[in-house]
């Protein structure tokens, strides 16, 4: 497979059809249509049903549409990097997280860089431990921010300096909003939107699911969630309580929701990750060094 078709292919899936595909990158339809037809017979499966006025892509078309576009991003992860090797400290830094508070540490390494850096660009991506951990082993990220404890043994790491609370996100005018902390038997028959990463994880050790222990198995869970703040639009709604971290969402006075801390406290630490033996590229190498300088500070 070469690059320029899988560009190709990626234009048509984004783009819809053949017509507005050839017209965007400038090339014949007939010859755009010959590439998809030649990529087709090599990969042996089919990969768009084609109508009049559409290309839709098949199953076997929507797996190659994930690897495609990680192949690209990798590409052109790797081109930037090169670029960037000049005298001037330029280039991109990948890093992926959860919502939490402990990003505040790495917006302030940020801005300490942005003054005399102003030619590195930061990418951001949102996604549970097993979304970043997956883009971080296959070279789409250069960091990882993960919730401990977390399996980073095949990582190096820094411990971040901040904690975040888990408590629950309601409606204020729901009727736990009156207690001060929220224990388990308050939870047992409410319905709960909780972290995706959490559900999925619930036969492993983790502060989450221990904080519950057996009572875990009877939590009526009616959603779950990748980002809080989706979460935060179902509580609004009246759907559920959130389980989630304080200070991810508006819990203002303006606000109609409120949030209110699990009793016993339950306290989850921050670990910025990366690959062992990791080649980095100067800015990235440059954000790294400057983080570890500042927390030595604090």
Known sequence: ???????????IVRKGSITHAANSLHITQPTLSRQIRDLEEELGQKLFTRSNYSMILTPEGMVLKKRAEEIIALVDKAEAEFYSMGNEV????????????????????????????PSIHYHLYSG?????????????????????????????????PTKDTWGVIMRKDSPLAQKETIRKEDLLELPLI????AIMRKWTNNEFTA???????????????N??????????AGIGYVIAFDKIVTTT????????????????????VWKKDQVFSRPAELFLKTLRESLVKK
């Open 1 to 11: 497979m070469e690059l320029r078709v899988l560009r190709y292919f990626l234009t």
């Open 90 to 117: 330029s280039g991109d830094i990948y890093i992926g997280g959860g919502e939490t508070k402990s990003m505040k540490a790495i917006a302030d390494i940020m801005k300490k860089l942005q003054t005399s850096y």
């Open 128 to 160: 549970n431990s097993e979304d970043v951990t997956e883009r971080l082993d296959k070279g789409l990220l250069d960091f990882g921010i993960l919730i401990q404890p977390a399996d980073i043994a095949k990582y190096d790491y820094i411990n971040l």
């Open 194 to 197: 909780c972290s995706r990463q």
């Open 211 to 225: 904080w519950f222990g057996n009572d875990f198995e009877k939590l009526h869970i009616v959603s779950t969630f």
């Open 227 to 236: 980002l809080v703040y989706n979460a935060s639009i179902m509580a609004e």
């Open 253 to 272: 006075a303006n606000s109609s929701l409120c949030f209110k801390p699990l009793e016993p406290r339950l306290e989850s630490g921050m670990a910025i």
